[in-house]
Nanobody, 130 residues
Framework: QVHLVDSGGARVQAGGLPGLPCLAS????????MGWFRHPPVKDREGAAV??????????YYADSVKGRFTISQDNAKNTLYLQMNSLKPEDTAMYYC?????????????????????WGQGTQVTVSS
C-alpha cells in the first residue's frame, strides 16, 4: 500500500498558494489514480482533483468548484504530486488530503467517491481569509 505525506497548508488571504506537495512512497503502478480531497468545516468531504500517476497520457478530473483555478501535476522523479491553487476564496478553506488508488485508473463516474481510495495522507490545513 502506498504511503502518502501531504504538506504545504497555510493561512492566506484570497490569492494563491504555490502548491500542496504530496510525497508518495511504496510501490505505485503507473496509471494509479491519485489526487486530492478536501473537507471544509461543517460540510462533507469532497473530491477536488485527481490524475493518473506516471503516464504521459492520463485522465484528470476536477470538481466544478475548483476547475480553472486549481491544477494538479506530478514530478515522477520525486514521486511527488502537487496541487497548485490560484484565485483562492474563503470557501476553499478546508483540510486537504492526498489520496491514492494503487493499481486502479481514475474513473469519470467514481473519481469523487472517497471510499474508492485506500491510501490517505494525514491532511494539511488551508485557511483562506477575505
Amino acid at each position: 500500500q502506498v504511503h502518502l505525506v501531504d504538506s504545504g497548508g497555510a493561512r492566506v488571504q484570497a490569492g494563491g498558494l504555490p502548491g500542496l506537495p504530496c510525497l508518495a512512497s511504496g510501490y505505485t503502478p503507473n496509471g494509479s489514480c491519485m489526487g486530492w480531497f478536501r473537507h471544509p468545516p461543517v460540510k462533507d468531504r469532497e473530491g477536488a482533483a485527481v490524475t493518473e500517476s506516471g503516464t504521459s497520457i492520463r485522465s484528470t478530473y476536477y470538481a466544478d468548484s475548483v476547475k480553472g483555478r486549481f491544477t494538479i501535476s506530478q514530478d515522477n522523479a520525486k514521486n511527488t504530486l502537487y496541487l497548485q491553487m490560484n484565485s483562492l476564496k474563503p470557501e476553499d478553506t478546508a483540510m486537504y488530503y492526498c489520496v491514492a488508488r494503487s493499481g486502479s485508473s481514475c474513473s469519470s463516474v467514481s473519481w469523487s467517491r472517497s471510499e474508492r481510495y485506500s491510501s490517505w495522507g494525514q491532511g494539511t490545513q488551508v485557511t483562506v481569509s477575505s
